[in-house]
């Protein structure tokens, strides 16, 4: 169960990084407010979500089976679709990432965008390696990179407590960034924090390799969502109350620069490799679950047949692998904000075809066993739908406001919704011709 909790928390957190740009894009008061509410309306009610559904169906594949069995290929298919280019999103920004606080070791990475990216398909190369060993050897090295991770946000904090400024001063600093203004960042705060808070029910996709699943899900992800609270919330607490510049809580600075301006050049140093480290088991964690639904849509046939096939020794689905790779590799050459603002509107869309699967199968199934249930009956069941949804709202709200400002990543957000029609309609055409000429 350990390993599978530290496989959530690289599959949904990581630590800390990557919150920088939500700090300088919308600023210290609204970025702890987002940190609070966030986990309350949207991660919580999402691993409650998926602790049920994988409980009910512990199967290969998580979320897409869930969905098929409720509403039918074509949702089924048009989610995987959404979540697949999620989880590419979210695969390239860890090696973006990766590099960003290599940088703080080596400077002149920053002038040269050819090796940063070349840097970053190392890390590609070398992930997928690690996954073609199998999901506990992904798991065991996200245990380990988790307590190094952890460990160096908590000296950041202990030395923060002993040399920085006292703590009560966050008031103040708080005080003076609700005085000010920041126009035209509600869209791309919020594609932030739900990069930050989201991915519950991604470690449902590899259910079918977790021993005790029914037992040991709901308590991984209860754990989990514990340390992310605390992981994001106190080293933001002390980051602001060092530094507010929006020069240095962005995605080129970020924690090694507020670590050395809280604690010398030795710290930097420290959390820039935890940094890295972050980043490693971040990417290895996305790749584990998002692997195994090529290989359940090949099963059920939307997908090359080759896809289904996977090692004899460790059950990996080895050409999925190698094939997000390539993709991965294509997609880092963008900016940590980009990726971040088509990941969010996709994310959203997924989750909310998720939730209503929680509601249909209540309805239809329920005397089904669950082992876990959300708790509270039909009014905590009302919590856990109705957040979301005032959450997506919200977000499409500032997606109506700020369009104009982000034409390409909404243009390859409708391309995604496209193909997945396209997808569905020319397989099963082809399929009925086969069934046809046979």
Not at 328 to 354: H, K, M, N, P, R
Request: aromatic share 12%.
């Amino acid at each position: 169960m350990l390993a599978l909790t530290w496989l959530i928390f690289f599959t949904t957190c990581g630590g800390a990084y990557g919150l920088e740009p939500l700090i300088g894009a919308i600023g210290p008061a609204w970025a702890i407010a987002l940190i609070l509410i966030t986990p309350i309306v949207w991660s919580l009610p999402t691993a409650l979500m998926a602790a049920e559904l994988t409980t009910l169906m512990p199967e290969e594949g998580g979320y897409y089976v869930w969905i098929r069995e409720t509403f039918g290929p074509f949702w089924a298919v048009q989610q995987a679709c959404w979540t697949i280019t999620c989880a590419v999103v979210w695969m390239a920004i860890y090696p973006v990432l990766f590099v960003t606080y290599l940088t703080f070791f080596v400077p002149a990475l920053s002038t040269s965008a050819v090796i940063r990216w070349l840097i970053a398909v190392l890390v590609i190369v070398l992930g997928m390696a690690l996954n073609f060993q199998g999901a506990r050897e992904v798991g065991r090295s996200a245990e380990v990179s988790a307590y190094l991770v952890l460990g160096a946000f908590v000296l950041l904090l202990v030395i923060w407590l002993g040399r920085g400024p006292a703590p009560s001063s966050i008031v103040e600093v708080l005080r003076r960034d609700l005085a000010s203004s920041h126009q035209g960042a509600l869209l791309l705060g919020l594609s932030i924090i739900v990069f930050d808070c989201s991915g519950w029910e991604n470690a449902s996709t590899y259910a079918g390799e977790v021993d005790k699943p029914q037992r040991n899900y709901p308590r991984a992800l209860g754990f989990a969502l514990t340390v992310l609270v605390l992981c994001y919330l106190l080293p933001v607490i002390a980051g602001v109350t060092v530094t507010t510049s929006t020069a240095i809580w962005s995605s080129d600075e970020g924690w090694p620069v507020i670590s050395q301006l809280i604690g010398g050049r030795w710290l930097g140093i420290l959390v820039a490799f935890a940094g890295l480290v972050s980043m490693w088991g971040l990417f290895n964690a996305q790749l584990l679950y998002i692997s195994r639904l090529p290989y359940v849509l090949a099963c059920d046939g939307w997908l090359p047949g080759f896809l289904a096939r996977v090692s004899p020794g460790t059950g990996v689905p080895r050409m999925a692998i190698i094939g997000f790779g390539i993709i991965t590799a294509v997609f880092a050459a963008l900016s940590f904000g980009s990726l971040a603002i088509i990941q969010c509107l996709l994310y959203a869309g997924a989750l909310t075809l998720e939730f209503l699967t929680l509601l249909v199968l209540r309805i239809r199934r329920p005397n089904a066993h669950r082992s876990f249930q959300v708790p509270g009956g039909w009014l905590g069941l009302a919590y856990v739908c109705v957040a979301p949804f005032a959450f997506a709202a919200l977000l499409l709200f500032a997606t109506l406001r700020d369009w104009r400002s982000y034409p390409v990543q909404l243009f390859v957000v409708a391309a995604v919704a496209a193909v997945g029609v396209a997808l569905y309609f020319i397989r099963r055409k082809m399929a009925a011709a086969r069934s046809a000429i046979s």
